[in-house]
């Protein structure tokens, strides 16, 4: 008999489903909830920060581009509304906060970002796992969920404070979705994807893979992410002023998409690409997308968002290796993700050695010790199926797989660990 795939195993706390039922009932009636705002949302990030300048570019036609796409196709549920109203607010508190600080610690704006390193990939292939590893180094500074979180001010102060609350949000997220720990570990001190940094912006994928805004994420594609890239700048500025290392690793597969913009920002920037066989990529994504969503929404549709994954993706991919391409071949380090699960130090090592440096005695320890952290804390196994999102071909990858050794065949079913864990 078929085990259940982690999707058809998830299912919100009985008190979750009542209160949205209940919602659902209300609307069913005529009594709806008001529809989110960006005026007010802001009015209330003012008066909770006590602020006023939000500093400088522009943020309010995205964001409300947002909101309107979320009110008119997201058939958010109730913790879905709320949470969306919650993370706006955050958000913009976070923005006039970082204002704030640039103007009390000039010392914010002298910070140099050399030769950053950005993980990248198809999502689901070890990325994660290759990042927590790199960022074992000393000399080596990652994002935190914490610092992304709550990054002011950029000190120390109030750290432990911060570090408790970013932990109560992730506990709040795993009772939400109790199987969404078995897809992708979290932490609040484990290193974090940086396009959280760009949210500020709004002109983010991290909201179109939290709701169904099928609007805004047509608009969003044709964006020049330039802006965005330039407050990830800012924001890595602000962190490094609290706590600077020899060398930035950040990770994101998302970065891939918007790859000539992330050029333009950091012109000396290095690369690392896992590759994986599309279809197991694309799948696995599309199943954490779906419970994902889950939380946010009672009406979801898996096949959708297997359609998206794969028309993003491979779109991705396609602007990636364009530009990749353009550098030399020294700024680029490729792996495989089979390689990576594997043996994991060995993959890091290999890193060290493509960009002419040695992992010492003392660092590979320090990753095995984080690698045995990780599998320990990892809970049950991500099993994911494409007849759950109709996917059986991967149309648009051909080139990637002729490229790295890929064959083009449909894939019906896989089971993996939390890719944190591998």
């Known amino acids: 008999m078929r085990a259940p795939t982690t999707v058809e195993q998830t299912r919100a706390p009985f008190p979750i489903r009542l209160l949205n039922k209940c919602g659902a009932g209300l ?9 989110p705002s960006a005026t007010k949302f802001i009015e209330t990030a003012k008066r909770r920060c006590r602020l006023e300048d939000f500093g400088p570019g522009e943020f309010l036609e995205p964001l409300s581009r947002l909101l309107e796409s979320c009110d008119r196709e997201g058939r958010l549920n109730v913790i879905g509304k709320m949470a969306l109203r919650s993370d706006v607010v955050r958000i913009l508190c976070n923005r006039l906060l ?3 600080d640039r103007q ?4 914010v704006a002298q910070q140099e970002i050399r030769e950053p390193l950005f993980v990248v990939g198809l999502p689901r292939s070890g990325t994660t796992l290759l990042h927590i590893l790199l960022a074992a180094d000393p000399a080596h500074r990652a994002p935190l969920t914490w610092e992304v979180m709550s990054p002011s001010p950029p000190s120390s102060k109030d750290r432990q404070g911060r570090i408790r609350q970013a932990a109560r949000n992730l506990a709040m997220l795993r009772w939400l979705a109790p199987t969404f720990e078995s897809v992708h570990a979290t932490g609040a001190e484990l290193p974090q994807e940086c396009v959280s940094l760009m949210s500020p912006t709004f002109m983010s994928d991290q909201f179109d893979t939290m709701y169904n805004v099928p609007t805004y994420r047509a608009w969003f594609f044709n964006q020049d992410l330039r802006s965005a890239y330039e407050f990830h700048r800012r924001s890595l500025q602000h962190l490094q002023f609290r ?3 020899e060398r930035w690793v950040l990770k994101a597969p998302a970065h891939m998409f918007a790859a000539p913009a992330l050029l333009s920002i950091y012109p000396d920037a290095r690369f690392v690409q896992i590759h994986r066989d599309p279809m197991e990529a694309v799948v696995s994504v599309s199943s954490l997308v779906t419970i994902l969503r889950r939380v946010f929404s009672d009406a979801v549709d898996p096949v959708q968002i297997g359609r998206d994954a794969l028309t993003y993706w491979s779109q991705a991919l396609k602007t990636f290796m364009r530009a990749r391409d353009q550098l030399p071949v020294s700024r680029v380090c490729d792996l495989r993700y089979d390689d990576v699960r594997r043996d994991p130090i060995a993959a890091a090592g290999r890193v060290y050695e ?18 045995a952290r990780q599998a320990s804390q990892t809970n049950g196994v991500h099993r994911y199926d494409a007849t759950h999102f109709k996917l059986n071909e991967i149309n648009g990858f051909a080139e990637y797989c002729e490229r790295f050794g890929f064959s083009i065949s449909s894939s019906n079913g896989q089971e993996e660990r939390a890719e944190a864990a591998a």
């Open 27 to 35: 609307e069913k009636v005529g009594i709806r909830s008001t529809p």
């Open 98 to 100: 970082l204002t704030r």
């Open 104 to 107: 009390l610690y000039p010392g």
């Open 243 to 245: 706590k600077s290392a």
């Open 354 to 371: 493509h960009f002419g440096g040695t992992l010492s005695r003392a660092v590979e320890e320090r990753m095995r010790i984080v690698l």
